[in-house]
């Protein structure tokens, strides 16, 4: 097992024949079995195709695409190899981790699959990094999609394409002619499919650890074929091309998500109300906040679940400016501890990486403590709670917000005796962060990407009499 290679430039594409080539497969067979699922049957090998074989985004975008490269250029998609937390994670992270653990090893390639695909196909583990700008940095490029016909399995997940590389590009028309290439059109890319050969991802211990596109399908936008192009590549009046003609539907390449703070805000709607309008210190009472998500097509959070906190946070402030915070009532429910703010340490496993087998790990949550989180925690072969996806065995509670779910929280307080008459204004945020905070101080992870954006938040006010 140990003296296959994966293939290199040279032997790309030639099949072997004869007996040994039957041989060959077969403890390559046994291999993929031995290490885990993550890459998909049927799918091209890496090493498969060269970058020669591809065109750049600039050559797409520079003379022709002008307007959707330029979108293009501002997702998230373009940075997805060289974005610094991804860079952080994939090279601190997961390769020494692949390099450590027989059961992760095929990571050290397969996350290319989706996040630099030419140079999954390129072959070649690890690409060079970022500041070495090879083609590696062109991410998740035209060339990925336009040339991408199928997936080669019923669940769209790992990165389990049909490939057709060439001079003809594959588009939603097809009616008009191109200087640069040949045109077919293709059913395919406007299917959810597409997106979800890399928005659904199975960890090497066969666990869901991305689900946006199976999460849309057993929504309700799935039932009204509302897909993830009508609210990610929404349609506007646009030429596509420069020399083409303005189409009233262009399929604008906006690709915005969790990074855009115009998309997130607002996700969520909130209302607050009190079960009395008047009390004196020492009563008790019940603050009921519903929460309405109007406006994803798949959970909230989705996607990078493991990464991301939204949390609702409530404060009471007197007529005197003091502030008390409130912590959530507790439903019950098996697993609860996990979706409330505690200040427990957990992601022990980066140990493994970091060559610190005893690692205690850094705080699970660095928010206030008693404040509700909407997530699903993910955990390592040993039970604990862990940021990387690929080394998740298990999933605990899911307490996200489904597509056009509401979720209705309660806050029981006991007004203090010190609170003065007047009015009681208590305020209900809710919180997001793209990563969680402990864990991104200890990586230098650059603060942005934990910094708290509000989604939404509403006011009530209480009459304190005396
Ligand atoms: C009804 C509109 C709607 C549909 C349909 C929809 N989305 Fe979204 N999506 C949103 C909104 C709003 C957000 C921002 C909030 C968030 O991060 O979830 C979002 C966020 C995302 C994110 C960012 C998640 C993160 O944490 O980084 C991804 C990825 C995504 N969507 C992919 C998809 C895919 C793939 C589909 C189709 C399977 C899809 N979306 C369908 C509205 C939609
Ligand atoms: C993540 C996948 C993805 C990437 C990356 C991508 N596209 Fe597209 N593109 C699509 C999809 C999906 C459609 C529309 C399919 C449909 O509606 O049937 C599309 C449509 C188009 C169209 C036709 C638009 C129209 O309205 O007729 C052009 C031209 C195009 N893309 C060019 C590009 C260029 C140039 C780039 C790189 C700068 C690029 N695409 C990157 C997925 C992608
Ligand atoms: C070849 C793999 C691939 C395909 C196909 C793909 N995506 Fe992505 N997408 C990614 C990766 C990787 C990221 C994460 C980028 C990063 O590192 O933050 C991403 C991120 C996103 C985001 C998050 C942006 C943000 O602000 O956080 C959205 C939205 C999104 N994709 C939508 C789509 C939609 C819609 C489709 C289908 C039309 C699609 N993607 C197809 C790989 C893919
Ligand atoms: C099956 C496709 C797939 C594979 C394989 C994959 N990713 Fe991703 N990754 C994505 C998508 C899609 C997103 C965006 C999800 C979202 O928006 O939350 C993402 C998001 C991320 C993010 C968060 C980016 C951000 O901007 O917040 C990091 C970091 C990351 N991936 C690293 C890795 C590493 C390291 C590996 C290998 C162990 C890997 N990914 C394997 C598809 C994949």
Redesign the pocket.
Known sequence: MASISPPNQDSRRVFPRGIWAAVVMCMVCLAIVAVGVYASDGAPAAGTYSYDEFETPEFCGTSCHTDLYVQWTQ???S??YT?HW?EIEYFELAVPHAEKDEKVAEVKAGCNG??S?LAYLNGGFPPPRPAENSRANES?SCE??HN?TGITQDTAYN?NFVWDPGDTKYGPRATGESPAHEMAKSEFLATTE??G???NEKSPYGVWVKSTQLEWLEGPYAEEDVR??DC??TYGKMATASMGPVYDDARLHL??????KG?LRGVVEIRLYPDIQEAVPGDRVKFTVTLFNQKTGHKFPT?SVEDRLVWLHLEATDADGTVYHLPVDKKGFEGEEYTIGDSVLAYQDMGIALDRPNFEGVQRDGIPVGDRIFRMPYFDPQGRMTIQQWNTASLGVDYRFAPRETKVETYTFDIPFEVPAGELTVTAKLNYQLLVKPVADFLDVPAEESEPFVVNEQSTTLTILP
């Open positions: 997702a998230m998609m940075h997805a974005h991804d989706c996040h695909p998740v990925v999609c991408i990165f597409l997106c050969g890399c928005h993830c192009h990610h590549m690709f915005h998500g969790a990074h855009d998309k996607g």
